[in-house]
């Protein structure tokens, strides 16, 4: 009983975290934006933390660079568990922009965020549309009630 | 009273009964009316009757999306949604006008489930060379290039550039290099 007011509070309302792992910041703009009136995340309960430990939601922007790989992950385990991960960006994704043309790998990058950490929402766009984001974050709250 | 403040106040009662948070999910993303003159760049959409396979998207492609894979006698074009980023170059330097962006921007779905839908294909039909039997270009785009190249030329020229072009467009570039001089395409012919 008490777990299941636990789950139904959770869902309601969702922290958010979001790392930014080396993109170019513009996927971090929109985001912003949607926690700003216009596109008001708020109004669903939901909150911007800066604090992994109190995070439900993990967002991650940009493809996440050699430099922060280990922080990344760190960060990951930090959050408790049940968590879902959003990726927000085409190069959280797949590396977008930052793949090299010929195909060999970027010697920034130690790979998109597949390869770090699992993934439970994609969010492609570059940057996605604030609409685009809010329908993750919605989706990652479906994920959220399955976990 | 100062005209500045009572600028001012106006503005803010007006702002009181202006709408400012966008509603959600009333509207699917991709249906709203956007404001005239503002661009929405989402999901791609190829035109079936006019892309003719020439592949210049996949050249100027920013972000490596398009990818162009050859198999047997048909060429297949397709669009990585999770790569791309919605510049629009593709669509810009398409010659034949087939390819257009839609404003479909809600993509965001849960990964690794339902991949297809994040991809966007269109596939041409290859022409045998003659001479080898290898697939050499889309049907389409040698129909298209005859119609380029006639349009641009003198009616003097047209006759006889048409009648080169019934044989050499047959070929693939390698025969057409063995076989230029009994083609009667090497350049020596001229003069
Ligand atoms: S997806 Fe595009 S806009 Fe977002 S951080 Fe990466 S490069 Fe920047
Ligand atoms: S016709 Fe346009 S859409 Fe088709 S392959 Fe050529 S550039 Fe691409
Ligand atoms: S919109 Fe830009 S990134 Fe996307 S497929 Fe076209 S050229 Fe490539």
């Known amino acids: 009983m ?3 007011i636990k789950r139904k509070a959770r869902v309601y309302s969702p922290w958010i975290f979001h790392a930014h792992a080396g993109g170019c910041n513009n996927c971090d703009i929109e985001l912003a934006a949607c926690f700003a009136p216009r596109y008001d995340l708020e109004r669903m309960g939901i909150q911007l933390r800066n604090n992994p430990r109190h995070a439900d939601i993990l967002i991650i922007t940009g493809p996440v660079t050699k430099q922060i790989s280990s922080s990344l992950r760190r960060i990951f385990d930090q959050v408790p568990n049940p968590k879902v991960v959003v990726a927000c960006g085409s190069c959280a994704l797949t590396g977008g922009v930052y793949n090299r043309d010929d195909g060999k790998p970027n010697y920034a990058l130690a790979g998109p965020v597949e390869k770090l950490i699992p993934i439970d929402v994609s969010v492609p766009g570059c940057p996605p549309k604030p609409e685009s984001i809010i329908d993750g974050v919605m989706l990652a709250l ?5 976990k | 009273m100062n005209i500045g403040l009572a600028k001012l106040v106006k503005e803010l009662i007006k702002n009181s009964f202006r709408p400012v948070t966008a509603e959600y999910p009333a509207i ?16 791609h959409k190829f035109d079936i009757e006019k892309c003719v396979g020439c592949g210049a998207c996949q050249t100027v492609c920013s972000s490596g999306a398009i990818t162009i894979t050859d198999s047997g006698l048909v060429r297949v074009l397709r669009i990585d949604l999770s790569t791309c980023i919605f510049c629009g170059r593709c669509r810009d330097i398409c010659p034949e006008e087939g390819l257009q962006l839609t404003s479909e921007v809600g993509l965001a779905q849960p990964y690794g489930e339902n991949l297809n839908s ?15 039997g290898r697939p050499t270009y889309p049907r389409k785009q040698i129909e298209a290039v005859r119609m380029r190249v006639l349009s641009n030329l003198d009616k003097a020229n047209v006759d006889s550039a048409s009648k080169d072009m019934d044989i050499y467009l047959k070929y693939c570039p390698d025969c057409r290099r063995s076989l230029s001089y009994t083609l009667g395409t090497h350049p020596r012919k001229l003069y």
Request: glycine share 8%; aromatic share 0%.
């Open chain 2, 28 to 43: 699917p993303v991709h249906a709203r009316p956007h404001e005239p003159g503002e661009e929405v760049r989402g999901r």
């Open chain 2, 118 to 132: 994040l991809k966007v294909e269109h596939s041409v039909d290859l022409s045998n060379c003659v001479g080898c």
């Open chain 1, 2 to 4: 008490l777990i299941n």
């Open chain 1, 142 to 146: 479906e994920k959220l009630k399955e």
